[in-house]
């Protein structure tokens, strides 16, 4: 069974910087796009970053600039690097791969951005 465990989240600053990670339960190296998606209350969830097995990688235009995603493949983990938080950042992130048609979800950790 795959599993997707998020970590790095918590309460930041605006303009402050979090690094959240994915680790996943599988060998990834296969696996060709992953990504990152945040929900906020009261708000559908949205596709924040991608990056696919050869490491090129699109960007919300919210976050563009700001936000860097990243994978490495031998320890299994995506990381996203956040810088220059804003308030409207604040929301739970989750980790996504299609794996074996599925596409499976990690359980997503709370960002809160606020002074």
């Known amino acids: 069974q795959v599993q997707l465990v998020e970590s790095g989240g918590g309460l930041v600053q605006p303009g402050g910087s979090l690094k959240l990670s994915c680790a996943a339960s599988?060998?990834?190296?296969?696996?060709?796009?992953m990504g990152w998606h945040r929900q906020a209350p009261g708000q559908t969830r949205e596709v924040v970053a991608v990056?696919?097995?050869?490491?090129?990688?699109v960007y919300a235009d919210s976050v563009r600039g700001r936000f860097t995603v990243s994978r490495d493949n031998a320890k299994n983990t995506m990381l996203l690097q956040m810088n220059s938080l804003k308030p409207e950042d604040t929301a739970v992130y989750y980790c996504?791969?299609?794996?074996?048609?599925?596409?499976?979800w990690g359980q997503g950790t709370q960002v809160t951005v606020s002074s």
């Open positions: 990056i696919t097995g050869g490491g090129r990688s």
């Open positions: 996504q791969l299609l794996w074996d048609s599925q596409y499976i």
């Open positions: 599988v060998n990834i190296t296969s696996v060709n796009v």
